[in-house]
């Protein structure tokens, strides 16, 4: 374990100073002026979470973020309009830079996997879970925007799969479809979408894992300003999910991200709060109770009124000014959250003005964590990502399946009960092709005592040595070339281990013995107009 860490760091230290300083001196340096003559998108229309491509690419531009990484998605109207080139991120960007359009067909993609096993799955891809043999998925899209305020978004999938010696019949599903009005920098969205929240690669509490979900959505588009930097975003869904328990139930999240002004500006602190509840034949609560319920009063009294699948996480991140030694390093954060799905807080009935550690006002039980490091040079995205969940993590006495849509974790792919480390790195061999390689490692269970020991930490235990747990091995690779505009994409990943996790449900776990290896070959088109 710790000759693979320290592998990963060296790695990190060799893609910096063994760089060919003739080409780092050839590359543009970014300039934060806004010049929208390359501009060939509207910001009201959001890049969709699952194209980590553009929103890496993003994010990797500027020392000090002018937006939300952690809230997603998001019009990136502070970073988008400043960019020197589009190029690489141009398939991603939709509509058209005026104040009123319309394209009723924008884009049309295909898609094609072959996967060895049902159930295979694409982690952060909204959605993409795999029948055994061939998947394909036709799609098209469309938007408009009038006076710079109001906005539509459609996109339709088709798909049929090749099993048996036969071609299945086709579903068609709209698979987004929203109507956002911009006021001032705040925006409110009705519609079919997914979020993202938190500072990883993938959210802990909401996440690109699962497809997306009808809800309603109000936050500020762009970045407000007192006394620092503020960015926030509260949504209210319903899962269309009847394959379950508890049929269609509701979920809720907000969060808030503060970074300061000034000497300080390199540190941000986000909070989330999240939570599933209601359902067919559950309570559904009444508008003036809302606030009661979000603030988890009597959220800790089993099968009471306010008893709800709630979670909370703070995190923290530290944007570290490695530029300030070597230009070449754009952006170096390190980020760290911790979230539970029980919690002891000051303002709770049972803990009435009980002060907790090391947070004063609350403090978390059956906990999960999350931290990583992200780092970007003028052609590299590098991320070293660590994450865990406990035990009851993602599940709930009333909601037996979980938090889960269709059979997707809408938190952390991995689900419950998992310890994870991975890394990946993109390099652009040009603006017009560019390869992201991942290897991971991960167990299954992370942990079996109960989750409320106090020495269940982070990095405690660290993928115990017990006997019986799956522990497997991943490496992915994507390969992306932008052709004026399109974007083609040839994907392949190979998970393989010595057991195997049987059950597919990112709540349960069922180890066989037996070695296994899963993969999955996908190639895909999007072609923009």
Known sequence: MKRTIFSICLLFQLLIFAEDPAFVVSMPEVVHDKDDSGNRSHPLIHINIEDRLAIDMIEGRFHIPADSFSILPRGFYGTVPYLNKTYRILPFLKGVNTK??????????????YSNKDGNFIPGLSGRKLKKDSTTIFSQSGNMVLWDSLAF?????????????DWKGATVDIKRAYLKLKIWKLSVMFGKDNIHLGPGEYGLLFSSNAEPFQMIKFQNEETLRFFGDWNFVFMKGWLNDDDRDVPNPEVMAMRLTYRPMGLFNFFELGMTRSMMYSGDGMYHYKFYEYPKLIIGAEDNIPRGKWDADSYGAIDFTFHIPFYKLDKRIKVFKFYFQEAGTDIRAIWQVEDWGNITFPYGLFGFYERAYLTGIFMALPNDVLRLEYSKTAFSFYRHHLYSHGFTLNGMSIGHPLGSNHQALRFNHRHWFSDSYSLKWEIGYYQLPAYKRNDKDKNFSAFFPMFSLDDGLVRRGYVTVWNDWIIYGHHLRAYFTLDAGPKTDDDRSPTKIVVNNSASFDFILGLSAKFKF
């Open 100 to 113: 009123s359009y319309l394209k009723f067909f924008s884009t049309a993609g295909f898609e094609y996997y």
């Open 153 to 165: 978004y459609y996109e339709l999938n088709e798909e049929n799969y090749y099993q048996d010696a």
